[in-house]
């Protein structure tokens, strides 16, 4: 069974950092494009990053560029999610996933049925 499972989320002052983790069970994340979405209190989910396979880079949404850098560890089959710079508008849950075939539109993981994504960490910056 394909599984990602994010941590990482909690409570920050504006201007502060988090890291987020997206760890894989069951397939190995090099293989796979990995996109980040979010998710304000009521609002639509919104992409904000595509990563490649390998080197081959990484897309951002201007709204993150600067401040959200994305890695990848493939000996602990984990993505990273780097975020400094926090913002108000940050807030939200956040969620990875992984695609071997979608393209990354963008800084957009084509819409479809992803072959894994996970629950989601919740990121509150707030004063």
């Known amino acids: 069974q394909l599984q990602l499972v994010e941590s990482g989320g909690g409570v920050v002052q504006p201007g502060g950092s988090l890291r987020l983790s997206c760890a894989a069970s069951?397939?190995?994340?090099?293989?796979?494009?990995i996109g980040w979405f979010r998710q304000a209190p009521g609002k639509e989910r919104e992409a904000f990053l595509c990563?490649?396979?390998?080197?081959?880079?990484?897309n951002y949404a201007d709204s993150v560029k600067g401040r959200f850098t994305a890695s990848r560890n493939d000996a602990k089959n984990t993505v990273y999610l780097q975020m400094n710079n926090l913002k108000s508008e940050d807030t939200g849950t956040y969620y990875c996933?992984?695609?071997?075939?979608?393209?990354?539109?963008?800084?957009?993981?084509?819409?479809?049925?992803?072959?894994?994504r996970g629950q989601g960490t919740q990121v509150i910056v707030s004063s």
């Open positions: 996933a992984a695609d071997k075939y979608y393209a990354c539109a963008g800084y957009a993981l084509e819409d479809g049925n992803y072959d894994a």
């Open positions: 069951g397939f190995s994340l090099d293989d796979y494009i």
């Open positions: 990563m490649y396979t390998g080197d081959l880079g990484t």
